[in-house]
């Protein structure tokens, strides 16, 4: 699993409410005085909730769309 | 400015040369990092922007304080020019900068300016306007002609055949493109996966059949 395939966190946009951190299933997440920080990216299954439940859009788990390969 | 980096705005292709020039007098430009808030709703608006390179969002808070996504935007597109021109003059969303992006910055006098002084110029504004409201009244009809489940399976359709945007599409920026909300879109596409359409993976969709989607896509 890399990197580059975690949600993207805008530490800007972030109000430090941590929805995201008391939710994540996988207790990936952790605040810090800057934010949530992916602090087992393993363990991040890709679900989305953090950024389902972000409440000011800081959280970007975008998805890409293609065929399948032939 | 140099007159090249005007050049490379497709937009500014039908302006006089003499037009150029004035605007590459007045304009700036301003390289911008992935995350970086380029405006703030509500805030006076000083600037629009015309975007080189890279891709941004819209996004506007409800009254619950909530953010909702509205729109994105990519190279050649103008941000903010409908704040400069309403009469409160404030930023109608907030603009967020999904991928490294290089901006062409005109400030409100300057743009005030080469609308009153550049015919031209002005009507490429009111052609841009006339786009967006064209995007609109189609988005409208879309509404209401076709059923949501159509709508994506167009919008699915259509990412996959053309060239992937680089910081993709979330849930939210799918469901403000097609005119829903993120939960109906997740259901959907449950549904299709259910069906097998799609196959979703981590950070992917893969569309598996293209024609039972594009039957759903003219339902």
Known sequence: MSEQNLPS????????????????????????????????????????????????????????VTWRAK | MEIETINQIAIFSSLDSETRLAIAQRA???????????????????????????EVRALRMNTDGRVQVLARFSAGDPINIISLLTEEKTNRATIEVLSPTSVLILQTADFDFLISNYTDFSNLILRQLAARLSKITDL????????????????????????????????????????????VVGRLLRDFESAGLILRQRGQIILLDRDHLSEIAQD
């Open chain 2, 140 to 183: 409208a009809a879309d509404l209401s002609l076709y059923a949501v489940r159509a709508r994506l399976a167009r919008f699915l359709i259509e990412l996959a055949d053309f060239t992937p945007s680089p910081s993709g599409w979330t849930q939210d920026e799918i469901a403000a493109h097609i005119g829903t909300v993120r939960d």
């Open chain 2, 28 to 54: 700036f430009t301003r390289r911008l990092p992935a995350g970086f808030t380029l405006l703030t709703e509500g805030m006076p608006a000083e600037s629009c922007y015309f975007i080189v390179t890279g």
């Open chain 1, 9 to 64: 966190i805008n530490l800007a946009l972030c109000n430090h409410c941590t929805l995201c951190v008391t939710n994540c299933p996988e207790n990936a997440l952790e605040m810090t005085e800057q934010g949530p920080v992916f602090i087992d990216p393993i363990s991040c299954s890709y679900c989305r909730d953090c950024e389902h439940l972000c409440p000011t859009a800081a959280i970007r788990a975008p998805l890409v």
